[in-house]
């Protein structure tokens, strides 16, 4: 059986082709203005890469806050279930989940077969997101991409009081004003996130072991200053950022 997850977030949208022997292909897309036409898009980008035609496969679910508008999907599913259920299939041994997406951030409690137990989001604002760390690369000119290595060259983190974006982007001004060097601004700025983070963690009881999904996973600053906040090793596979698609494509096979 072959199954399709398209995860459609406020950035990019993702897609998944999951066969018997595992994943098959997947790809990842920028979402715009158009949800349906994203979606659309990276389904048939994810079904080239494969190889493969609509009619070979079993499902199609959708996740994502950008969800409701797959119109070719057989069924929506939330993005909280489908992290849980993308992360048990690709580690069965983790039992707690940090998402870190474009416009929020979750934490998640799995039980032993995969199924939620417990969770926490912030979605309210742009704090600890994504979308806050592309804002202070703005700020401080660097690209987004070299902002993990950077921040583990830092001598000492900057004090980041408010996660606040508008605030934080005003403070890392004023840091950058009284001469403080790049790698200990973003060095803060990443413990600031975790510390966030952790406490959304925490409030839910989160175990280990850890696993980070969402796009900045890829961040390795983040990951090791949450890991710092945890007191536990945090696991990221190359597949973190289309982990939600992995989820709704292991769902769309459930039935």
């Given at each position: ?11 990019t949208a993702k ?130 991409d070299g902002f ?96 939600g698609a992995i ?9």
């Amino acid at each position: 059986m072959i199954t399709v997850g398209i995860d459609v977030g406020s950035i990019t949208a993702k897609a998944v082709v999951l066969g018997p022997e595992g994943i098959l292909a997947a790809e990842v897309a920028f979402t715009g203005y158009n949800t349906a036409a994203a979606a659309r898009k990276v389904f048939e980008a994810v079904l080239a890469r494969a190889g493969l035609t609509e009619d070979r496969l079993a499902a199609v679910l959708a996740t994502g806050y950008g969800r409701k508008s797959v119109s070719f999907a057989a069924r929506a599913v939330t993005e909280i279930t489908c992290h849980a259920a993308g992360a048990h299939f690709t580690d069965p041994e983790v039992r707690g989940v940090i998402d870190i997406g474009g416009q929020d951030s979750k934490a998640i409690a799995l039980e032993a077969d995969g199924r939620v137990r417990d969770f926490a989001m912030n979605d309210k604002c742009a704090a600890g997101t994504g979308r806050f760390l592309e804002v202070m690369a703005r700020a401080l000119e660097v690209d987004l991409d070299g902002f993990g290595p950077l921040s583990l060259e830092a001598e000492r983190p900057a004090a980041i009081s408010s996660l606040c974006t508008v605030f934080a982007e005003s403070e890392v001004i004023s840091l950058i004003a009284r001469g403080e060097r790049r790698r200990n601004i973003i060095a803060g700025i990443h413990e600031a996130v975790a510390a966030r983070v952790a406490a959304m963690a925490g409030r839910i009881g989160l175990t280990g072991p850890v696993m980070m999904t969402g796009g900045v996973a890829r961040n390795i600053g983040v990951v090791r200053a949450l890991e710092k906040q945890l007191g536990q090793p945090v696991r990221v596979t190359p597949f973190a950022q289309v982990n939600g698609a992995i989820g709704a494509a292991c769902l769309a096979g459930a039935g």
